[in-house]
């Protein structure tokens, strides 16, 4: 079956730092990867998403994510880090399926 | 904005009540899921409707059903409501050519389910 995990159910950064969100899947057969993003008391938002056209992926808001095979990894980055990126986080995968299998989330906290 | 809309957004229910959920799904779209996300966990997979045919079940139990109509809308259905089934329950819909992957799945804001 298939699983995600996320590394560090909570980071915190200064505004302005590198975000590094990791997330590693576990699959034989590479699915496709979601990032998506939750605002307090909101649904998910899609950041980007993984369908093996490219394995660097740039979504909104300055986000992007490089899937690494040979380490089933999809880490979501951003070179600089802006208050307004607070939020929770997920990694969520996909095969076979229109179901995603989500991991348990990553808040992100942005510290002035 | 993804299109995809719930109500109602939040409600209570006692314990051994039945609750029904409302979604409509972005315009144009044929595939539908429900997701429980409880509180500080990831969202959950509870089922998925295709065409108005129920396309996969997660791990929940059948006291836990849905409904797709023709105009691609949905229903999810909790009935003898546990304490534990409070949570944030949220629809998704993306267009499936077949029943492939790698569509765009957008969400919907959630309804927020209190059981008392």
Redesign the interface.
């Known amino acids: 079956a298939q699983s995600v995990t996320q590394l560090g159910s909570h980071v915190s950064v200064s505004e302005g730092a590198l975000v590094l969100l990791r997330c590693n899947y576990s699959s034989s057969v590479p699915p496709y990867l979601f990032w998506y993003v939750q605002y307090p008391n909101q649904g998910l938002q899609l950041l980007l998403k993984y369908t093996s056209a490219a394995t660097l992926v740039k979504g909104i808001n300055g986000f992007e994510a490089e899937f690494k095979k040979s380490e089933t990894s999809f880490h979501l980055t951003k070179p600089s880090a802006h208050m307004s990126d607070a939020a929770e986080y997920f990694c969520a995968a996909q095969g076979g399926s229109e179901k995603l299998v989500f991991g348990k989330g990553t808040k992100l906290t942005v510290n002035p | 904005e993804?299109g995809?809309t719930q109500s109602p957004t939040h409600l209570i229910k006692t314990r051994g009540q039945q609750v029904t959920l409302r979604c409509s799904s972005q315009s144009g779209h044929n595939?539908v899921?429900w997701?429980q996300q409880a509180l500080?966990?990831?969202?959950?997979?509870i089922f998925?409707y295709?065409r108005e045919e129920e396309?996969?079940r997660?791990n929940f139990p059948p006291r836990f059903s849905g409904l797709q109509f023709p105009n691609y809308s949905s229903e999810l259905n909790v009935n003898a409501l546990e304490l534990d089934d409070s949570a944030l329950y949220?629809c998704?819909s993306?267009l499936?050519s077949s029943?492939s992957?790698?569509?765009?799945?957008?969400?919907?804001?959630?309804s927020w389910l209190t059981v008392v």
């Not at chain 2, 500080?40 to 997979?45: A, D, R, V």
């Not at chain 2, 992957?101 to 959630?110: A, C, D, H, L, Q």
């Open positions: 993804t995809v595939t899921s997701y500080g966990q990831g969202p959950q997979f998925q295709y396309n996969g997660g949220l998704a993306s499936a029943r992957s790698g569509n765009t799945i957008y969400f919907g804001e959630g």
